[in-house]
């Protein structure tokens, strides 16, 4: 079984993901955070792939991602530095990166890689479902890699019924119209989609992500969903305070 | 008629998804997919009825100047041995083929009943060719342009702002083209309601096709033109510069299919194809997504995009169009390229035996005239893509030289 959908099979409340870029803020930092989080009770981890044109995040995940490629990251070495926690790791990671980057690097060679590292779910943004039908589903289903897909205020019901049928861990739900760093509290036109979503009852699970930030956020997102996904505000946090003070941002959004 | 006959199936018209070959598709974030879902399931529609076919063509006809002429550069053609045809986009209304597309763009963004246009630009002349729209249609417009490009394009950033555009820098990597289209898509994705009038045959299906089609004017008029002119419509040869491609997808457009006219398309070469600073795209590319469309696109071996460089700020693009890079592929097109001293080169020579200033995009088509043998008979024709008042910053920097 996928090791996202096992987890939300044990816990499917207030399931808590933290997104965070590789090689940021230090080269080596990729696997002290990741131990960081862990330690400090995040239940999943989005391990963001950096890429020099990310068009679906902010300028907070932009910078980051710049900084990280110009400390020298790559998928080379972001794939040594996962191996070497391999066996000590316990908390579910996930690829967050952009089909590009799975496309020069050679895709099966991508695959092989993320399973190598105990991956075994990834978030492609800019893959489009027509894409993953024709193409993609059956390499990821080759390397046993699961396929998370987006959802937006946008999306037809239609379209949310075909995503959740080809979904096995959870589907994304994008917050609002906006890409990953979006400020601010959560509108009641955001309540109004959130309680839509939840009245189709899904068979996929449903996790909150773009514009969570903090408790309150979360707490928010949590009463219409399994869980919610904090990415840029604790890409800030990583870049103010650095790797010794994790506790410190997750700790309040968990009690 | 600006589209082909329905039932010609040309091999260079997308399938369903969007694909030229292998290259095209639309690999959008899903917050885009309604938006250019509508587009798609719309724009032939659009583009065919008679309702739109009437407006464009007027517009095109009174507005942009239209037909601009095809003018045998006489002198020229003496110097390099051929019939040397120029066609003449630079005598368009505000200076550029661009506003082909934004005129007809900008008919399928009200008849899809939008109201805010948003627009990315590199040189300067799709930004001001869409702010022109949109001051003529009362839209509200909002243009993104690379920093780097709003300095070294000044005279476009004050016409857009007096044709009342918004025009806002794009600061993030190498503040040029490809970011200002980075912007643009952002911008887009948090504004769904805005209508994307992209400025080139690049992006997610349908934009290629679409831009593609609302260029195709320039190869329509050519035909007839030559046929006045020479006999036949058909040239021998066709030469256009190409950064994303739009003015050489519409001077190519109408002859893909056949196959004995030969189809030049010109690249950048900025400081040499392999100084490390050129925009040499089908050179130095390999297969990769950028902005949407799975074409050739300048990369390291982790896919992360490389900067381009050209002197030319509507040429110093890391992709291309994928109908250019099926054209590269399958060997229809040729594909050469010029270095930032040739084409300034070539515009000087222009200006002084024939009296037109060409934009220094356009002289990267012009300079390569330099480094092809012609048969005496040759007709070759010269898309003169832009007119140089917005590079005379560059130019003047050259005479003092």
Redesign the interface.
Known sequence: MNSIQELLQKKDKNVLSIYFTCGYPNLEDTTNVISALGESGVDFIEVGLPYSDPLADGPTIQESSHEALENGINLDVIFEQLKTIKETNKTPLIAMGYLNQLLKYGEDKFCQACVDCGIDTVILPDLPMVEFENHYRQLFDKYGLTNIFLITPHTSEDRIRKIDSYSKAFIYVVASASITGAKGEISSNQIGYFERIRAMNLQSKLIIGFGISDKTTFNTACSYANGAIVGSAFIKHLGTNGIGKIDDFIKPIIS | MITQNKDMKSKFHPDK?GYFGQFG???????L??NVQELADNYIQIIESSEFQIEYKDLLKEYVGRPTPLYLAKRLSEKYGAHVYLKREDLCHTGAHKINNTVGQILIAKKLGKTKIIAETGAGQHGVATATVCALMGLECTVFMGEKDIVRQAPNVTRMKMLGAKVVPAT??SKTL?DAT?EA??YW????ETFYLIGSVVGPAPHPDMVARLQAIISEEMKWQLKEKTGKENPDTIIACVGGGSNAAGAFYHYLDDENVELIAVEAAGLGVHSGESAATSQLG???????SKTI?M?D?????VEPYSISAGLDYPGVGPLHAFLYESGRAKFMSATDQEALDAAFELTKIEGIIPALETAHALAVLDKITFRKDQVVVVNLSGRGDKDLEIYTKYLEA
Do not use: T
Request: net charge neutral; charged share 10%; no cysteine.
């Open positions: 998804n598709g639309a690999f959008i974030p899903e917050l997919h309604p993030s990597g490809k980075n898509i952002r994705i948090q504004h769904p390999q297969v990769g997504i950028i902005h949407g696109l990369q071996e982790y896919g992360q995009i």
